[in-house]
């Protein structure tokens, strides 16, 4: 009977724990419950009544919102910048509000101590600046491509932009000795990078910063170098050009603008025909918008000032944007060859000679070559 009474007494507490844990977790949620009914009808009542939250740029903390950005990664970007100590609840509040989906890409101006609401009421609204557009100029690109590309990712108006590149006074000395005549006026100048443009800044802007990144690459070594091989800087550039379309393999950079040298520096006038492939494929490229897959020999005789089969020396211009390894391979040839041919052998490498039975023996490995692949 002892027995019996222990086991009430034991039954009895459990009751009453579980009681009193009721009881308890009932006062946390009407706490929970309250709280969360006057927040809403706060925030329904800010959201409503309150006015645009303005901060003077100079008093604030400028926040780059990326395109496509969710609320996960700006609650990040949030607590980056310092705007912000808990992430998580940005998120519970913002899907609780109804803003996820609504925040605008672009720079918005914010500071430290607003409430979660306040930022949320800013990032919904018209930012202080367009969001910016990355893209990556490759080397070797012609004038045509880029424009081509940056009207694509939205951030110039073709148009405009061969308007503002040809006519524009950008000032920069470099620009003023380029020859005139030239269909597009700053091919080879804009420099291949990775940029932030502004759409909305304009076709000039982009332009401008492109050229300023071209104006650096270009110190007081390269310009005293260019006094010492008695070049200008167009004539750099034009090589540059040349190097960068014609080079595969980077190595083989200074080896090719050497072989262009000493052509151009022969006695032998058939030497200084270059006779380099890509000038004319970039006659294909800009009047009819493709690189042929394979050249033939009628291709050669084009009628065209850019055809250097049949005219000495430099083409009139450059023919593409190019890197910073072969505008230094331009400045820097190496080797005394005069020809070259590629191997083809999928290595994208050449074979270089000194003469032109040399040149004949190495056609020929590169025709057996083809062949055994083929």
Not at 213 to 226: G, P, Q
Not at 229 to 246: F, Q
Request: hydrophobic share 35%.
């Amino acid at each position: 009977m002892e027995h019996g009474k222990k086991k009430v007494k034991k039954r009895g507490r459990s009751a009453v724990f579980w009681l009193l844990t009721f009881l308890i977790l009932m006062v946390i949620f009407l706490v929970c419950a309250q709280w969360s009914y006057r927040y809403v009808i706060e925030s329904a009542t800010e959201r409503a009544e309150g006015t645009p939250i303005t901060i003077a740029p100079q008093e604030g903390i400028s926040v780059d919102i990326p395109l496509g950005s969710g609320t996960e990664s700006i609650a990040k970007i949030l607590k980056d910048k310092g705007i912000i100590r808990y992430p998580f609840i940005f998120k519970i509040i913002s899907k609780f509000e109804g803003y996820d989906g609504y925040y605008k890409s672009g720079v918005h101006i914010l500071k430290k101590g607003l409430t979660y609401q306040q930022i949320m009421k800013i990032l919904t609204a018209n930012p202080e600046r367009s969001p910016s557009v990355k893209v990556t100029i490759p080397e070797g690109y012609t004038y045509k491509q880029i424009a081509d590309l940056l009207a694509k990712k939205g951030v110039v108006d073709r148009e405009k932009f061969d308007e503002v590149a040809n006519n524009y006074d950008f000032d920069f000395d470099f620009i003023d000795d380029i020859p005139e005549g030239r269909k597009y006026r700053l091919e080879g100048y804009l420099f291949p990078d990775t940029y932030e443009f502004d759409p909305k800044a304009g076709e000039a802007a982009a332009i401008k910063k492109m050229l300023t990144r071209f104006n650096e690459m270009i110190t007081e070594s390269e310009y005293k170098r260019m006094e010492k091989l008695g070049m200008t800087l167009d004539e750099v550039i034009i090589i540059a050009s040349l190097i960068e379309r014609e080079a595969k393999v980077s190595s083989e950079r200074p080896i090719i603008s050497g072989v262009i040298h000493n052509r151009l520096n022969s006695k032998d006038p058939s030497m200084r025909k270059l006779q380099i492939d890509a000038t004319i494929q970039y006659i294909f490229l800009n009047e009819q918008g493709s690189v042929k897959e394979v050249l033939l020999t009628e291709d050669t005789k084009i009628d065209h000032p850019y055809n250097t089969y049949k005219h000495e020396g430099l083409p009139p211009g450059p023919i593409s944007s190019p890197g910073e390894d072969s505008i230094r391979a331009a400045l820097y040839p190496e080797g005394d060859y005069l020809f070259y041919v590629q191997k083809e052998d999928g290595t994208g490498e050449h074979y270089f000679t000194k003469t032109y039975d040399e040149h004949l023996s190495a056609m020929d490995k590169a025709k057996k070559n083809k062949q055994s692949k083929e």
